[in-house]
């Protein structure tokens, strides 16, 4: 597949466990972007990867909440001891180049549908 | 940082109708402009975008965007709305900065 693949499609777990999302990027793709869509507050920036580096987390809710890359390809989102309000949709989303740049659009998986009883 | 208002988070037309979703921006700076379209239990699509080549942008589907400067406004408009139409629609400034912040998101009902 070319697009954005993010798994799983849909995770239900207890409150407190930790949950790990996958992220697998287009090819190439050296931006990486994980987001947050709760319903009815839009998209919630959570953290920026340019190659394996991540020079903005600001975005990330709490120290619960981490995230990696490795080899500039696969990202990780962690988040540990979950609580139910960290219930969302999970967006990863890549681009050819740095926002920065401007010109290139994002690419966006289907999301993780995580749920938290 | 650059930031976007889409008024309406919620847009109903009738099928045929004349949609428009509205976009203003706030920055001394024109930036990139982007509008992204969401279909329900997808991630969001690239409908069009503005990159200063022309004001007047045409997209994916039949939609299509003028960037005012004057009016710091990027509206999304489209003559006919289709049933398909259905979705939520994003507004995000790129450029200049390394995250996005989207717009709040409009919902297009699309009545028959």
């Known amino acids: 597949g070319a697009g954005v693949s993010q798994s799983p499609s849909n995770k239900v777990t207890e409150k407190g466990k930790d949950v790990e999302l996958r992220c697998d990027p287009i090819s190439g793709h050296t931006a990486l972007y994980w987001y947050r869509q709760s319903l009815g507050q839009g998209l919630e920036f959570l953290i920026y990867f340019q190659g394996n580096s991540a020079p903005d987390k600001s975005g990330l809710p709490s120290d619960r909440f981490s995230a990696e890359r490795t080899g500039g390809s696969v990202s990780t989102l962690t988040i540990q001891r979950t609580q139910q309000e960290d219930s969302a949709v999970y967006l990863c989303?890549?681009?050819?180049?740095?926002?920065?740049?401007?010109?290139?659009?994002?690419?966006f998986g289907d999301g993780t549908r995580l749920s938290i009883l | 940082a650059q930031s976007v208002t889409q008024l309406g988070s919620h847009v109903s037309v009738s099928e045929g109708a004349l949609v428009l979703l509205r976009c203003n921006y706030s920055s001394s700076v024109p930036p990139y402009l982007f509008w992204y379209v969401q279909y329900p239990n997808q991630g969001l699509q690239l409908l069009l975008k503005y990159t200063s080549a022309a004001t007047l942008v045409k997209g994916i589907n039949g939609f299509e965007a003028e960037f005012k400067k004057s009016e710091t406004s990027f509206h999304l408009t489209k003559p006919s709305a289709h049933m398909s139409d259905a979705a939520e629609y994003f507004c995000a400034p790129h450029g200049g900065y390394q995250k996005v912040t989207f717009g709040i998101g409009t919902k297009l009902q699309v009545i028959p």
């Open positions: 989303a890549s681009s050819l180049a740095p926002l920065r740049a401007g010109s290139q659009p994002q690419h």
